[in-house]
């Protein structure tokens, strides 16, 4: 239950997050927003770490070299939310974000990416994931 309630707000703090930032980036362009919100997502972790951590940053060396690559994930993405924020709006954006969110990480899960368990992606999986796509549509092509 616990997971469910962090995957919720997970869900509508980067709703907010997206939103936030295509607003930064129209007033201060979209690598300074970028800069901005990665630069205080790193205060607010150091923060975190002197205080609250309770894992052990000397292991990183032992992680995979391409684990490592979150950060430059993370600008990425900062970019394309704005961008489609932008562009679409953010309910079709955000839409459109958890379809290939939802179809990335049932790949991952079917095909056991990066050391996952296999998680079986059955076709009511795949019904719901193309009601979603249908539901996308419908709600773009009907403003």
Not at 65 to 75: D, F, N, P, R, V
Not at 78 to 90: D, E
Not at 112 to 130: Q, R, Y
Request: charged fraction near 10%; glycine fraction near 12%.
């Amino acid at each position: 239950m616990i997971g469910i309630i962090f995957s919720i707000v997970a869900g509508a703090l980067m709703s907010f997050q997206g939103v936030f930032n295509t607003r930064l980036n129209e007033r201060i362009g979209i690598w300074e927003a970028s800069a901005f919100v990665h630069g205080t997502a790193l205060i607010v972790s150091i923060l975190a770490l002197l205080f609250v951590a309770n894992g052990d940053f000397r292991k990183i060396v032992e992680v995979d070299k391409l684990y490592l690559t979150g950060g430059i994930i993370g600008a990425l993405i900062t970019f394309t939310v704005i961008k489609g924020v932008s562009l679409l709006g953010p309910t079709c954006a955000v839409s459109t974000i958890l379809v290939a969110q939802l179809l990335t990480a049932a790949a991952i899960d079917k095909f056991t990416l990066f050391g996952t368990a296999p998680v079986e992606f059955g076709l009511s999986k795949f019904i719901g994931v193309g009601i979603m796509i249908i539901g996308i549509i419908i709600f773009k092509c009907k403003g």
